[in-house]
Structures are given as structure tokens and as C-alpha cells.
């Protein structure tokens, strides 16, 4: 190995979890390609494909999700379910595969990467870049998500996404409620809501603008449980692991800002009435946060750029999508005059479709932070590191 090259081998790089997408909206598939994954992980796809399929539904989608069916299939990486730490390749199926006979788009959608895209790459196609840029994409995250996410099974760590507001209509959701009555609550309802006061109101907003021939944006959020302190890290600012969830979710389609915690709000208030004041219990020793106990969790679980041992709160703010019925003024990008923008068809809103791809995005993240910090080539060297850290951590 030339020296150069050594200098720069880092194993722990190396073994880093990541995922690659590949795949157009009308193309024959979606790939999503994760790397990085221990050996020795049981793999339950039935748990991917119910991600999937709650991606497909919520109050608001459009025709496309009565076409498609989606479904992971797992090309490399298993055998027998059981991970080998070799690339998982995971392929969706398009049922709807006719790129090459789409109709070319020549009325960029004003919110859209038609007109951007276009331009970037010198076309005025702009077929030639929605198809990759559509959140069609987000099925393939999803699915690298449900898979990555089963590493954090093994040691309790549950992530629960779910909308808290659409449109105007906000829910109130206590930060007190487990995982399991998050979950049970948000499956409750079409617009995934754990607010049964606030979801009939979301359904019928979104209904609204369904008859207004218009779209509906709206606020997803994750919650991380049990996840230990000192994920990600303050020594180099790549590793701080709020900004790594901000850039997992804020590259989610639409979504036009993330907070994690008071976020915004955090702005406008003392110190006094933002920083949770820490105590010790003992008998929350084995706890997460291994006994300190926060009166309150405005920092969202995270502090320096590690998590504290509270859970992880994240929010995304997603924009109504930019494909409406009654179209937007725009201009011909082939004769530079006024005409609408296309449409085809569309989702009214796709906000709980959202609360899906955050969830899986966040745990992705959360995932390929664990690994950074108890990473090995098999799951049993995960388990050792991760048993060690507690015990020298609860010994201090
Ligand atoms: C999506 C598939 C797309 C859209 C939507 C998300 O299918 P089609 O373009 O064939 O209707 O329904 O994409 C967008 C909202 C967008 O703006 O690109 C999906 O699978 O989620």
C-alpha cells in the first residue's frame, strides 16, 4: 500500500454504516444499497415491508399508491436472514416502469427541482431530472432504514415517528406517552396522528384541499427511546450527531426545516427556561441516561452533539407538495412563455407518508451512530462493546 493511502486507511471508516440510493420514480426499480451492517443480525423483512406499506398509505395520497405494491426483496448480504456483513443490495419493484415512454415535462412545477434541475443539467426535459428527484426515492430509505434499524432492536432502542400538525391543525401529543402507546395511537388513524382529537380535523383539512384542488404541508416528528448517552460526538464537527440528523432528514423531499427539541422556540427564551437542570437517582442507575435524571428534555436528548441518555426529539417541517391540480403559473422552458405547470397526478399531502421516511431516516442515523461507537464485524463484538460501555459508565 503506498504511503499516502496508508496514511488515510482508517478500519473504523471503513466499516462505517452507509447507504446508497439508486432508482427513478418510473425507472424498473428502486436500490437501496446499505454497507457496514454486523454479522450475525437476523433480518426480519416482514418488518421492512410494513414500513413499506404504511409509506404507501396515510389520508392524501394520490393514484400512484394504488399501482404500486411495495415490496423488498434482498438481493446480497443474507443467508438464511442472518446478515454476513457483506453489502445488503435491497430492490423495490416499480409497477408503474415506463420512463422511456413518459411524456417530456416542459412546464416546470414552481417547488419542484424541474426548473433548478433543468438548468444544472442542461435540458429543457425536465422528465430528465423529476424522475430521480421525486420522493418516490423515499421508499428506498425506508427500506435501508427498517433494515439498519434492527441493530437498535437488539438493544431496545425504538424509534416511533408520527405527524404532529397539518396545515393549521396542530396536535398535542404528551412527551410522556412509551413507544408503545405512541405507536398505538398514531396506527390508530389514517393521518398517523396520536392526537384522536386533532387526526379528525387533519383528515378533513386534507380533504379540503383535495376540493380546492390544492396540497397540504404539515410537521412530522421522531422520537428516539433509549438510546445511550454519547452517540455522535463534539471532537469533530462531522460527527455531532444533531447535525447528522439534520441532514439525514432535511435531504428528505419537501422537508424544509428540522429542530431538534425547543429548536426554534429555544431562541426566544433565558437560559433559565431552556437547559434541564440535572439530577441524580439512583434507581434510574439503569436507565439510559444512567441515573441523571432532566426535569425537563428542551435540549431533545442531545447536548454538545452526543445524545444525554434522554429521548431524542427531532421535527421536520414539510412544504405542501409542489404538484397541484389547479396548477401554478409558470413558463414554457422551450418558448419562455406563460403557461401552467403539469400535472398528471399527485398526492394531496403526503405529511404521514413523511412521518414514515423521518422515522426510518432517523433511525438509520441512530443506527450508524451506535456503530460508530460500538461497531465490530459481528453482532457479538457489538454486544461486548455496548455491555462494556454501560458497565464502565454505570461504575463511575
Ligand atoms: C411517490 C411517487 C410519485 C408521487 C410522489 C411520491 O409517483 P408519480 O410521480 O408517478 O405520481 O406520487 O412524488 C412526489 C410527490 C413528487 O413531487 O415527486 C412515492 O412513491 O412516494
Redesign the pocket.
Known amino acids: 500500500m503506498p504511503m499516502s493511502a496508508a496514511a488515510e486507511y482508517d478500519p473504523r471508516l471503513v466499516a462505517q454504516l452507509t447507504c446508497q440510493t439508486a432508482g427513478e420514480?418510473?425507472g424498473r426499480a428502486l436500490i437501496a444499497l446499505i454497507e457496514g451492517m454486523p454479522a450475525g443480525l437476523r433480518i426480519d423483512i416482514g418488518g421492512v415491508n410494513a414500513e413499506l406499506m404504511r409509506?404507501?398509505g396515510g389520508y392524501g395520497?394520490?393514484?400512484?399508491?394504488k399501482i404500486?405494491q411495495?415490496r423488498a426483496e434482498v438481493l446480497s448480504g443474507l443467508r438464511g436472514g442472518v446478515t454476513l456483513g457483506s453489502p445488503i443490495a435491497v430492490q423495490i419493484s416499480n409497477r408503474?416502469c415506463r420512463i422511456d415512454t413518459a411524456p417530456p415535462v416542459h412546464h416546470p412545477r414552481p417547488g419542484?427541482a424541474d426548473l433548478p434541475g433543468s438548468l444544472k443539467w442542461l435540458t429543457t426535459d425536465c422528465r430528465n431530472v423529476?424522475e430521480r428527484?421525486?420522493?418516490?426515492e423515499?421508499?428506498a430509505r425506508v427500506a435501508a432504514g427498517a433494515v439498519a434499524r434492527q441493530v437498535l432492536r437488539e438493544f431496545d432502542i425504538d424509534v416511533v415517528g408520527f405527524v404532529s400538525a397539518i396545515g393549521g391543525v396542530q396536535a398535542q401529543v404528551a412527551a410522556t406517552l412509551t413507544s408503545a402507546e405512541l405507536r398505538a395511537s398514531r396506527d390508530a388513524n389514517e393521518a398517523y396522528c396520536p392526537d384522536a382529537a386533532a387526526a379528525p380535523a387533519m383528515i378533513e383539512a386534507i380533504h379540503q384541499a383535495k376540493v380546492d384542488q390544492d396540497t397540504l404541508g404539515g410537521v412530522v416528528e421522531a422520537r428516539v427511546f433509549n438510546a445511550p448517552p454519547g452517540l455522535g460526538s463534539c471532537m469533530r464537527w462531522q460527527d455531532k450527531l444533531d447535525g447528522r440528523l439534520m441532514q439525514a432528514v432535511g435531504s428528505i423531499?419537501?422537508i424544509k426545516g428540522v429542530e431538534i427539541g425547543a429548536g426554534f422556540a429555544a431562541a426566544a427564551l433565558p437560559g433559565s427556561g431552556v437547559h434541564d437542570e440535572i439530577d441524580f437517582d439512583p434507581t434510574l442507575r439503569n436507565s439510559s441516561a444512567l441515573g441523571f435524571a432532566r426535569r425537563s428534555n428542551r435540549a431533545g436528548g442531545i447536548e454538545g452533539g452526543m445524545s444525554n441518555g434522554q429521548p431524542i426529539i427531532l421535527r421536520a417541517a414539510m412544504k405542501p407538495?409542489?404538484?397541484l391540480l389547479k396548477g401554478l403559473d409558470s413558463v414554457n422552458l422551450m418558448t419562455k412563455e406563460a403557461q401552467r405547470s403539469d400535472y398528471?397526478?399527485?398526492?394531496v399531502c403526503?405529511v404521514p407518508?413523511a412521518g414514515v421516511v423521518v422515522e426510518n431516516a432517523v433511525a438509520f442515523e441512530i443506527a450508524r451512530a451506535f456503530l460508530d461507537k460500538f461497531g465490530g464485524d459481528t453482532m457479538t463484538e457489538v454486544r461486548a462493546a455496548y455491555d462494556g460501555f454501560l458497565r464502565a459508565a454505570r461504575a463511575m
Open positions: 420514480s418510473h409509506r404507501q395520497r394520490g393514484g400512484r399508491m404500486e411495495d408503474d419542484h423529476l428527484a421525486s420522493a418516490r423515499t421508499a423531499q419537501a407538495i409542489s404538484t398528471e397526478r399527485s398526492d403526503a407518508a
